[in-house]
Each structure stands twice: as structure tokens, then as C-alpha cells.
């Protein structure tokens, strides 16, 4: 299990938001909006294949993650790689443990353990960015929503996972809350 645990942990920790927007010149990502390193930021540098490049590796990370894990011990280390994973992107260590909110990472995790509740998943979040257009108001209601469609399917392992993934989403997010509560959290397609 410590195994899946330190594997999981590094496969979330690749900070792929940072080296593709390096890469790419646009220099270092956590120095603008946010100053995440998640797909969310990356689009203020106006690169929305950048954007969705790095939403799909993050989200990747938390897949590869659990189904090695699953694959070669069990489901108990694929929890357990899912959740390391998670916290992998939180808190990297090659970025002194300053990472990203997670979200992808989260998606990622939950295609590799229950890939049909991610439906849930995207409806729930693409309705609210499309009402509404605020990225982190999307992502806290799909997480919100994401334990309980799981313990319904009858996944009641996974929704406790996640139960906690959710928990640590919805606290990666206060200033989110705190800047939607105000009226000044910035939307989808805004620069900057």
C-alpha cells in the first residue's frame, strides 16, 4: 500500500500546467489570475489548447494513478493511489507543496474508479459554467454532487473517497467562495 501511495502521490504531483506554459513561452503560470497551475489558469494566458492540454494530462495523472494501482494490487490501493494522486496536484513537492486546485486530478480519479458517474460529473459542471460562467462554482457543485450519485449507483467505498476529496475541493476553494459570495470572482474567459 505505501507503494500506491508513493506512486500515486508523484503521478499527481507533475505540475503539468507550469511546463506546458513554460514550454510554450508564456513563462510561469502561477504568476498570473490565480496563480494556480491548473487548466482554469492556464486559460488567462489566452491558449485554450494549452488550457485543455493540461486539464487533460492533470486529469490523466489521477486515471494512470488508479489503474496502476487497481491493476497490480488491488482496489483497496487504487483508493488509496486516487487519494495520493489527489493531493499529489495539491501539494507537489517540487513546488515547495504550492500546487493546484485539484479538479482535473479529481476527474481523473474518478474516471479510473467509477468512469460513469464522471457523466454526472461533466453535466453538472458544464451546466453551471454555461449559466453561470464561473469555473470554481461548476467544480464545487459537481463535487457536491459527485459522492452522492456514487453511494446511489451503489459505490459506497469510492463515494467515501471521494466524500473526502469533495471536503478537501470545496476547502481548496474559500477564496473562490469568499470572491463569489462578493461579486468579484473572475469568469471562464476572462484574461488576466
Request: aromatic letters at 8%.
Amino acid at each position: 500500500m505505501l507503494v500506491s501511495l508513493l506512486v500515486g502521490y508523484l503521478c499527481g504531483s507533475i505540475p503539468f500546467g507550469l511546463i506546458l506554459t513554460r514550454m510554450a513561452g508564456l513563462g510561469d503560470v502561477r504568476s498570473i489570475g490565480s496563480g494556480n497551475i491548473g487548466a482554469t489558469n492556464v486559460l488567462r494566458t489566452g491558449n485554450k489548447k494549452l488550457a485543455a492540454l493540461t486539464l487533460l494530462l492533470d486529469a490523466l495523472k489521477g486515471t494512470v494513478a488508479v489503474l496502476a494501482a487497481r491493476y497490480v494490487i488491488g482496489m483497496e490501493a487504487a483508493l488509496i493511489a486516487g487519494l495520493a494522486a489527489f493531493l499529489g496536484h495539491l501539494y507537489p513537492v517540487w513546488l515547495k507543496f504550492k500546487g493546484g486546485k485539484g479538479v482535473a486530478t479529481y476527474l481523473g480519479v474518478l474516471l479510473g474508479l467509477a468512469p460513469l458517474i464522471v457523466l454526472v460529473f461533466a453535466a453538472i459542471w458544464l451546466g453551471m459554467a454555461k449559466l453561470f460562467r464561473y469555473s470554481s462554482l461548476a467544480a464545487l457543485t459537481a463535487a457536491v454532487a459527485v459522492p452522492i450519485a456514487l453511494y446511489l449507483y451503489g459505490r459506497p467505498e469510492v463515494a467515501s473517497l471521494f466524500v473526502v476529496m469533495s471536503v478537501i475541493t470545496i476547502l481548496k476553494h474559500h477564496q473562490n467562495i469568499s470572491r463569489l459570495l462578493s461579486g468579484t470572482e473572475g469568469r471562464i474567459g476572462d484574461k488576466g
